[in-house]
């Protein structure tokens, strides 16, 4: 395992760096007020400055034609009521970049989630174009080139399971890279806790084992988060505990703070972690000249209104709507746009 915070950026994240830092900047105005920006600056510190989006985006890049690529989000935001409560920030984002993996380089996308929650996460997928397939299959479909298609896999939610389920699917799938994003992490006491500071790991997967195992291990890992206690976020550890709301030692119950302690190689902080997932996939498409998998105002509308109609909810209010984090549709709307934009020179898009 090496240092890979302070990495040495490639030719590309020099090549595409003022794209990269606009990019950054627009999906880290701290819209909520929850304190991303602290976040944000703390993670560049740990790059030398060079753009997280970059990053990210130089990683999936990497990944080889026809691979495989284990990814995670979806987080069971109500479990003392029902395990099969999702929330809606975290799956259109994994959506977006599963197609543009798929579309670019015919990788397989095998998202690790709840068992309770793949019914409401399929639809989202489907909506971005991928069939859900098992893995075999996708794996089938992908390198064929006949078919955009993604495997929902469930995952323990037994901390006394996560461990050697962890070994037994990076042994069973041979990733080349895992992708997390607003996937709850837990702290250095082995609790979950939400941005209310309120412990709710029950029924929830424990993947972030998985990313822990991969680390050590070396295989490239990629996290996107918004509140300081997603996976990835143990690399901001001091800034979450500084600068978020419970998230300083004895702000929750169990002694702690809500600050997620696993690291991951390349972290992108957000004000809606969607948008870190669209900023990468622009990132991602100027690397690979492949206007293709720009995201797109016409697919975000498809998403949110997807995410209603599965039961999804904004997490905020507890309340079954589009808006996201509660931002406004329009908000969404003009975030993707805007990073469009930003890539549009690059890409020659009119």
Known sequence: MTDLQTHEPTALSRTFAPHDSRLDKIVNVDIGGRGVEHLHEAALRRQDGWS????????????????????????????????????????????????????AKRVTPIVLAEATLIPALGPIFETAGLTVLSPEKAREANAGGTLLAVALVPFTTSDDEAAAESQKVLDEYKPDLLFSTERVGRNKNGFYYNMRGVNFGQDRARVDYVFDLAYVLGIPTVAVGDGGNEIGMGNVAEAVA???????????????????????EALVTAACSNWGCYAVAAALAIRLSDA????????????????????????????????VDNIDVSTHLAVVELLSAVIRPALSLS
């Open 52 to 103: 997280l989006v970059g990053r990210a985006a130089d990683l999936l890049a990497a990944v080889p034609e026809k691979g495989t690529v284990l990814m995670t989000t979806g987080s069971v935001s109500r479990a003392w009521i029902s395990p099969t409560i999702g929330e809606n920030d975290g799956p259109a984002g994994a959506a977006v970049i599963a197609r543009a993996l798929a579309i």
């Open 242 to 264: 500084t600068h978020i709301s419970h998230g300083a030692e004895g702000s929750c119950p169990c002694g702690g703070g809500l600050g997620a302690t696993t690291q991951v």
């Open 292 to 323: 293709r998998i720009v995201h797109t105002v016409d697919l975000e509308q498809a998403l949110l209104r997807r995410g209603v109609d599965v039961g999804l909810i904004n997490s905020v209010v507890g309340v079954v709507d589009p808006k």
